[in-house]
């Protein structure tokens, strides 16, 4: 092993002589190149090297490579020569990364990212083993579609070579018949040399186009420059541009010259028989037929509303009974939309497709400019809705939004009842919908009057305790955690909550800060906080919830905090803890004027001030 890597040390002496000699590395570094490239061959043959060893390897040898160019720059700009002549240095390199490249993919054959940078870095730098790579790379990997659209990418597009680019792709799609992006690109392809062919005879004055024969030269060069800037992408069009034409070269050239090639007529035939050749591969494919529609609206081929009116009804009668389908013919068809969607229904009555049909009609209620087509949209999704539980298509989550939706529009009363009669039907186990009602019941309750009575909370934990017997307990956490909500409403409204000690809001609130979030557990003590005696325990609580997330940089619970000292000190005016607290809280989060406004506030509202007057002391009346 030592031996080998000698040798190949040996092999880099003229190299490295060479660089020494033009200025561009030093003895020193050159030292450490070799000190670092001898590291990299022992790992490399060792027993086993990994993929790694390899990749950190052709690393190096690139940066290498990068710092070698730009010193040749460097110094050709130092010496007033701008291109210094080549010498052995400027080709070892890469001969080096490449023969790297190659013991890598020899080693792991079925990688095929690493063969794929094997052949763009032959790609990048214009290596000449680019097609022995490729050819390569199609014997290992035959069945890997990408492989055959890159390798006929670079004929088409690097090369030029249209006549090898298209047997590739037709070995492709021989070798692998059902691959969507082989017959798309291969598609792309030929429109795209079709399209070349006729920017070529339109230049040559045999088409009709922008330019003609019996124009001055001076407009003929000026027209001729107009036309290269114009079109200097579409001449040179790679397989991933979406637009273009085709041709097939032998057809061109055996025409006469006197007879004109209709180009749309040849794209028209060609883009037939290729999506005849597709559908009979992939019959069952709806996506390769989207990707053939599209690009048939990108290019101008003779009779293509003929075409594409053709297509669509193809996909109609294959795939008349597929949602997705129409979904992407509602997207197609925006004007009549709503129109697609009801002959949807008649084709495909179920639960998916009535999900579809409402949120189309939810998203154009939300982008509605106007009230009355706001409230046509309206009617018209309460009507779909009403068709869903009528036809039995009617789904878990199609109940709620339909009970929510009565909400939102703020028929709460007709919600509630929606809500009470799926509950006692088809959904009487859905405890997403039982939860749904107990908080329609809830917010009926609290719309009517701020607290609710007795009778109004009896009835809620009847209904908690109905559906908490009709419900699996694995999924009903949500309702025990509402009864338990609503059950301490009651206790804290009839009697108060503590004011030291435990505190059963509290409990509440932190259990909720746990499970749900900081925003859920704002809402929870916001309830309890509007009841006539919240305790001070609770306000206590939240205001520290508040100002351990105040001190981690949250600008709006610094907000929260004030507000509910402001409230607390409401109520509880001569408490001296929440006085201090509160101007804690403001030297070290707040301004000065705000500290000194508290420090003011609590000697004027206090009856015992010995505090505040013990820190004015300490602080020498600074304060």
């Not at 080998?4 to 030093?26: A, H, I, S």
């Not at 506030?601 to 009856?607: E, I, S, V, Y």
Request: glycine content about 4%; charged content about 30%; overall charge negative.
């Amino acid at each position: 092993m030592a031996d080998v890597v000698q040798y190949r040390l040996e092999r880099m002496v003229d190299e490295l002589d060479d660089m020494e000699k033009r200025g561009l590395f030093t003895r020193r570094e050159i030292a450490e190149i070799v000190k670092q490239r001898r590291k990299y061959e022992y790992r490399l043959k060792r027993p086993s090297p990994l993929k790694q060893d390899y990749l950190a390897y052709i690393d190096y040898e690139t940066q290498i490579d990068s710092l070698r160019r730009l010193r040749k720059r460097a110094v050709a700009r130092a010496q007033g020569d701008k291109k210094m002549r080549k010498s052995v240095s400027d080709n070892a390199s890469v001969a080096r990364i490449v023969e790297v490249f190659r013991l890598a993919v020899m080693r792991f054959k079925g990688d095929v990212d690493l063969w794929f940078k094997y052949v763009e870095f032959c790609r990048q730098r214009s290596n000449g083993r680019i097609k022995k790579a490729l050819a390569q790379l199609m014997r290992f990997h035959p069945k890997v579609p990408g492989v055959w659209i890159y390798a006929a990418a670079w004929e088409f597009d690097h090369n030029l070579n249209y006549e090898a680019a298209h047997a590739l792709m037709l070995n492709g799609l021989r070798v692998c018949p059902k691959s969507e992006d082989l017959w798309v690109e291969y598609l792309r392809m030929e429109l795209t040399y079709l399209n070349k062919l006729k920017h070529r005879k339109v230049l040559l004055g045999e088409d009709t186009g922008t330019l003609a024969r019996d124009q001055t030269v001076a407009a003929a060069a000026d027209d001729d420059k107009q036309w290269k800037d114009e079109n200097e992408e579409e001449l040179f069009m790679s397989l991933d541009d979406k637009k273009g034409e085709k041709n097939d070269v032998l057809e061109v050239e055996n025409e006469e010259p006197e007879k004109k090639v209709d180009f749309g007529e040849l794209g028209f035939k060609f883009f037939q028989t290729i999506y005849n050749g597709a559908v009979e591969a992939l019959p069952s494919s709806f996506s390769v037929r989207k990707r053939f529609l599209e690009i048939l609206e990108a290019t101008d081929l003779a009779n293509s509303k003929d075409l594409r009116k053709e297509l669509i009804s193809d996909m109609k009668r294959d795939f008349a009974k597929e949602p997705e389908y129409w979904v992407w013919l509602a997207r197609l068809e925006v004007g009549k939309a709503v129109e697609v969607y009801e002959e949807a229904l008649k084709f495909v009555p179920s639960a998916e497709m009535y999900q579809f049909y409402t949120k189309f009609l939810m998203d154009n209620i939300g982008d509605a400019q106007t009230i009355e087509s706001s409230s046509d949209y309206t009617s018209q999704l309460l009507t779909v809705y009403e068709d869903a539980e009528r036809m039995g298509c009617l789904s878990e989550d199609l109940a709620c939004q339909y009970v929510s939706f009565y909400l939102e529009i703020g028929r709460i009363d007709e919600g509630r009842k929606l809500a009470e009669k799926l509950c006692c039907g088809k959904f009487s186990n859905s405890a997403k919908l039982w939860l749904l009602r107990a908080s329609v019941e809830i917010r009926c309750i609290f719309v009517n009057s701020s607290f609710p009575s007795k009778a109004e909370l009896v009835s809620l934990f009847e209904l908690l305790k109905d559906v908490l017997g009709r419900v699996p307990i694995s999924d009903a956490g949500s309702l025990w955690l509402m009864k338990l909500l609503e059950t301490a409403i009651y206790l804290v409204a009839k009697d108060g909550d503590s004011e030291d000690g435990f505190s059963v809001s509290s409990a509440i609130v932190n259990f909720v800060l746990q499970k749900d979030g900081i925003h859920r557990a704002r809402e929870i003590y916001k309830r309890f906080l509007c009841l006539p005696h919240p305790g001070l325990v609770l306000y206590k609580n939240c205001i520290a919830l508040e100002s351990n997330l105040a001190s981690s940089g949250d600008k709006d619970s610094l907000a929260n905090a004030h507000k509910l000292f402001e409230s607390a000190l409401a109520t509880y005016d001569q408490n001296i803890e929440l006085w201090k607290d509160y101007h804690s809280i403001e030297i070290k989060m707040g301004t000065s004027e705000s500290a000194n406004a508290i420090y003011w506030r609590a000697r004027k509202t206090l009856k015992d001030f010995s505090y505040f007057a013990s820190i004015a002391a300490s602080a020498g009346d600074h304060l």
